[in-house]
C-alpha cells in the first residue's frame, strides 16, 4: 500500500485530523478554479467556436463560464450551477460544459461530502483478523488517507485512487477494492448495507473523477485544433470566394467581346484577357 503519512510522524491519530478540517472541500474547489482554462480575449475570435457564425452588431460575443470560449447567444444558452469553480448560481455554459458541469456538480454535491467526513470501518488483515480504521478522502480528491485510531504514522496509509482498478461490494456489506498495479485486494467492512451502498458509489464516483483528464490541458488543445479548423474553414471560403469573383470577371469579359460559349482552358482565358475574341 502507499507510503505513511509524513507530516504527522510520532503524532497521535486525533492531531492528524487537523489536516481534514471542515474547510476541505472550499479548499479544494479553490484549487481547481486555479486551474481553469485560460479566457479567451473578445480580440481573439471573430466567430462563434460552436456555429462559426460570424460576430457583429447583432450576433455578440458570450464567454461560457467553464472552458471560456466565445460563443454565440444560442450556443451558449445553458444555465446550471458551476460547483467546480465555486458558482452555486446558474451561469452561462456552451452544451459540451453543461454536461460535464452536471457531472462534476452530482460528485461534488451528492458524494464528496460522504467521503471527505470519512467513516470507520474493519479492514480485513488476513488470517481472519480486522483492525478498525478510519478512511476519508484526501483533500486534493488524488487519495484515500486510511489511519488506524493510537497507532499514528505506523498505521496511516495513503491508497491512491488513480491506481484502483474497481471496487465492488460483497456478503452485504463489505466494500472490495482491487488495485492495478499489484495483485492487492483491499477489503472493508461498513457497519451496514446502506452505509456500504453509499461508500460503494462515492468511491467509483472518485475513482472516475480522479482518472479523467486535466481540464485545463483538455480544453486548451481542443481549443488550438478548433481554431486550427476555424482558421481552415475561413482560408477555404476566401479561396471561394476569390474563385467566385474571377469567375464573375471571366463572364463579364465573355459578355463584353460577345463569347457565346466560354471555356475555362488557359488557352481561351489566355486569348480573353489578352483582348482577343474567341467563339
Ligand atoms: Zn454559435
Ligand atoms: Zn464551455
Same mark, same amino acid.
Given at each position: 500500500m502507499g507510503q505513511a503519512f509524513a507530516c504527522c510522524k510520532g503524532l497521535d491519530f486525533s492531531h492528524m485530523q487537523h489536516h481534514f478540517a471542515k474547510g476541505a472541500r472550499q479548499s479544494f474547489v479553490l484549487a481547481a478554479a486555479a486551474q481553469q482554462p485560460s479566457w479567451v480575449v473578445d480580440d481573439m475570435q471573430d466567430s462563434c467556436y460552436g456555429c462559426a457564425a460570424e460576430f457583429n452588431y447583432r450576433n455578440r460575443k458570450h464567454h461560457c463560464r467553464r472552458c471560456h470560449n466565445i460563443y454565440c447567444d444560442a450556443c451558449t444558452a445553458y444555465r446550471e450551477k458551476l460547483l467546480l469553480f465555486g458558482f452555486t448560481q446558474a451561469v452561462r455554459l456552451c452544451q459540451m460544459c453543461l454536461t460535464a458541469a452536471r457531472e462534476?456538480?452530482?460528485?461534488?454535491?451528492?458524494?464528496?461530502?460522504?467521503?471527505?467526513?470519512?467513516s470507520t470501518f474493519l479492514r480485513h488483515h488476513g488470517y481472519g483478523r480486522k483492525v478498525p480504521i478510519f478512511v476519508k478522502l484526501s483533500p486534493d480528491t488524488a487519495s484515500l488517507v486510511c489511519m488506524e485510531p493510537g497507532r499514528g504514522a505506523a498505521g496511516s496509509s495513503l491508497v491512491f485512487l488513480a491506481e484502483v482498478r474497481s471496487v465492488s461490494m460483497e456478503h452485504a456489506s463489505t466494500l472490495v477494492l482491487q488495485l492495478q #498495479?499489484?495483485?492487492?485486494?483491499?477489503?472493508?467492512?461498513?457497519?451496514?448495507?446502506?452505509?456500504?451502498? $453509499? =461508500?460503494?458509489?462515492?468511491?467509483?464516483? #472518485?475513482? #472516475? =473523477?480522479?482518472?479523467?483528464?486535466a481540464l485545463k490541458q483538455a480544453v486548451e488543445e481542443a481549443r488550438a485544433a478548433r481554431w486550427e479548423q476555424l482558421?481552415? $474553414?475561413?482560408?477555404? /471560403? #476566401? $479561396? $471561394?470566394?476569390?474563385? /467566385?469573383?474571377?469567375q464573375a470577371a471571366r463572364e463579364q469579359m465573355a459578355a463584353k467581346y460577345n463569347i457565346s460559349s466560354f471555356s475555362s482552358s488557359y488557352a481561351h482565358r489566355r486569348a480573353v484577357s489578352n483582348g482577343y475574341a474567341v467563339s
Amino acid at each position: 500500500m502507499g507510503q505513511a503519512f509524513a507530516c504527522c510522524k510520532g503524532l497521535d491519530f486525533s492531531h492528524m485530523q487537523h489536516h481534514f478540517a471542515k474547510g476541505a472541500r472550499q479548499s479544494f474547489v479553490l484549487a481547481a478554479a486555479a486551474q481553469q482554462p485560460s479566457w479567451v480575449v473578445d480580440d481573439m475570435q471573430d466567430s462563434c467556436y460552436g456555429c462559426a457564425a460570424e460576430f457583429n452588431y447583432r450576433n455578440r460575443k458570450h464567454h461560457c463560464r467553464r472552458c471560456h470560449n466565445i460563443y454565440c447567444d444560442a450556443c451558449t444558452a445553458y444555465r446550471e450551477k458551476l460547483l467546480l469553480f465555486g458558482f452555486t448560481q446558474a451561469v452561462r455554459l456552451c452544451q459540451m460544459c453543461l454536461t460535464a458541469a452536471r457531472e462534476e456538480n452530482s460528485f461534488l454535491d451528492d458524494h464528496l461530502p460522504l467521503l471527505q467526513e470519512g467513516s470507520t470501518f474493519l479492514r480485513h488483515h488476513g488470517y481472519g483478523r480486522k483492525v478498525p480504521i478510519f478512511v476519508k478522502l484526501s483533500p486534493d480528491t488524488a487519495s484515500l488517507v486510511c489511519m488506524e485510531p493510537g497507532r499514528g504514522a505506523a498505521g496511516s496509509s495513503l491508497v491512491f485512487l488513480a491506481e484502483v482498478r474497481s471496487v465492488s461490494m460483497e456478503h452485504a456489506s463489505t466494500l472490495v477494492l482491487q488495485l492495478q #498495479a499489484s495483485s492487492t485486494t483491499l477489503k472493508f467492512d461498513a457497519c451496514s448495507t446502506n452505509e456500504c451502498r $453509499a =461508500w460503494l458509489e462515492a468511491l467509483q464516483a #472518485a475513482c #472516475a =473523477w480522479s482518472q479523467r483528464p486535466a481540464l485545463k490541458q483538455a480544453v486548451e488543445e481542443a481549443r488550438a485544433a478548433r481554431w486550427e479548423q476555424l482558421q481552415y $474553414a475561413q482560408y477555404s /471560403k #476566401a $479561396a $471561394a470566394e476569390n474563385r /467566385k469573383q474571377r469567375q464573375a470577371a471571366r463572364e463579364q469579359m465573355a459578355a463584353k467581346y460577345n463569347i457565346s460559349s466560354f471555356s475555362s482552358s488557359y488557352a481561351h482565358r489566355r486569348a480573353v484577357s489578352n483582348g482577343y475574341a474567341v467563339s
